[in-house]
């Protein structure tokens, strides 16, 4: 029989069994906000086609729609972090809920293609925050000896998230007869797919309001009496409160507030670790992994799949998404960062080389021989698989550990920034790049797998098992 007497942390601090539950709801709570990151960022992948049919737009022009989600993304992310700092954790989390829940009711609901971008934009600002506030927010309230498995839930929510989209994609297609543009209720089934997001997004809303604030916020802005009694539903009755404020205010004051200019340095503007933190962000989004995401529905119809079908594998996609990165979660503090990122650079290789050869098979009226169909199908997932169990989780790792402390806010975010750009090329470019040869795109991806895997090799250090401050 195990024991079941709570993990002692390092500091000698036992984390409470019977607050457990209660920590476990405010993390899921805060973790929503991945939900809606997952699901907004893809949700858009039902509605591509009768986007550009509704509209009568050009591949370049839908691109730019798609896409421009991604420009309010960065904005939200940029921002966040400041914002969090002067009101708080929480109200940050409702402006988020407010701007997804505007974006879903907007984006539903265009007049014209101008203002449906607009709705992306603001639902991008809503991404970005989610992106930073949920995990900054569950670091700060998680018990340090649950801290690991509880931050984990940020990424399992994303992933969900991306899944159940596509998932009410598939099942509202089914419902309006499989045409994106059929009639449900007086709307037309696309403006339903991205009209839905209103629900989580109002959930998301709420269940703000029924968890507390950070204890590191309320300790900055002089609530230390409030402070107190959070840390204690967090961490138990048990725990010397005053330590604990004072371990956190010690924390706090000892930060080096890094800037830009920290990151100046060497022969190439940016220090050499800065770099490799960009190539890495770089190097997870030109393999093309969010075609997968914004772009599958419509691939699969431009090689002759029904759109019910198409939906389907989207969905199926998704679940892979999911396998794979539970599988990286089980083995990045076992087998390591860098063996998982060379297994997923090799696969990810040859899913794409077989998409590519596959692709090419294409036919004068635009499907694919059975058997290169069934190549690319199987392929298109081993790809997701491959990505989800390595580049998908072990960069955001890498990120996490690599930098010294006295950069690591700054590089982190200049990192984060670069991989949102990135995001936005290949987003931006899919359309365009399909109609002129998809073979060849897909080929382009493979040929960034193949050189991700010399980049890490050469200058990607190994961080399992080492202590932040060990980063130079």
Not at 82 to 104: C, E, H, K, N, P
Not at 212 to 221: A, D, N, Q, T
Not at 344 to 349: D, E, I, Q, T, Y
Not at 449 to 472: D, Q, R, Y
Request: proline share 4%; with cysteine; hydrophobic share 55%.
């Amino acid at each position: 029989m195990t024991s079941t007497a709570p993990p002692t942390t390092p500091e000698g601090r036992k984390a409470q069994p019977d607050h457990l539950g209660h920590v476990i709801f405010i993390t899921a709570a805060a973790a929503m906000g991945g939900f809606l990151f997952g699901y907004d960022s893809s949700v858009i992948n039902g509605a591509v086609e009768a986007i550009r049919g509704r509209y009568e737009v050009g591949s370049a022009g839908l691109a730019q729609v798609i896409a421009i989600a991604l420009i309010g993304c960065a904005i939200g992310a940029a921002t966040a972090g400041r914002i969090a700092d002067r009101i708080g954790r929480i109200r940050v989390m409702q402006i988020a809920a407010a701007l997804f829940t505007v974006s879903a009711v907007g984006s539903a609901l265009p007049f014209a293609l101008w203002d449906l971008a607009m709705w992306r934009v603001l639902g991008g600002i809503a991404i970005g925050m989610a992106s930073v506030i949920g995990p900054a927010y569950i670091a700060e309230v998680a018990p340090p000896a649950y801290r690991g498995r509880l931050g984990s839930f940020q990424q399992a929510a994303i992933v969900i998230g991306i899944a159940i989209s596509q998932l009410v994609n598939w099942g509202i297609l089914n419902l309006a007869g499989g045409d994106q543009r059929g009639k449900l209720a007086g709307l037309e089934a696309w403006q339903w797919m991205l009209g839905v997001m209103v629900v989580p997004a109002v959930l998301y809303g709420l269940l703000s309001f029924a968890i507390p604030e950070s204890p590191r916020f309320l300790i900055s802005v002089g609530k230390t009496a409030k402070a107190k009694e959070v840390l204690a539903e967090v961490e138990g009755h048990g725990v010397d409160l005053d330590t604990r404020v004072a371990e956190i205010k010690e924390a706090m004051r000892r930060e080096h507030k890094s800037s830009f200019k920290d990151l100046l340095g060497g022969k190439f503007g940016f220090l050499p670790i800065v770099w490799i933190g960009i190539g890495l962000s770089v190097f997870q989004q030109l393999v093309g992994i969010n075609v997968a995401f914004y772009y599958s529905s419509t691939l699969w119809q431009s090689v002759g799949i029904d759109p019910s079908s198409s939906f389907f594998y989207s969905f199926t996609t998704s679940i892979i998404n999911i396998i794979g990165t539970v599988i990286a979660m089980v083995f990045v503090d076992r087998i390591g960062r860098r063996p998982l990122a060379l297994i997923g650079s090799a696969g990810m290789a040859v899913a794409l080389a077989l998409e590519a050869w596959a692709f090419a098979s294409k036919t004068a009226d635009g499907t694919l021989p059975t058997a290169q169909g069934t190549v690319a199908l199987v392929a298109a997932h081993a790809f997701v698989l491959f990505f989800a169990l390595s580049w998908g989780v072990v960069v955001w790792v890498f990120l996490g550990e690599m930098f010294p402390n006295k950069i690591r806010a700054a590089a982190l975010g200049v990192a984060a920034c670069a991989q949102w750009i990135a995001n936005w090329a290949i987003t931006a470019s899919f359309p365009s790049l399909s109609d002129w040869n998809l073979s060849g795109t897909y080929v382009i991806y493979m040929i960034f797998a193949l050189l991700s895997i010399p980049f890490v090799l050469k200058f990607v250090k190994e961080t399992k098992g080492k202590a932040l401050e060990e980063m130079g």
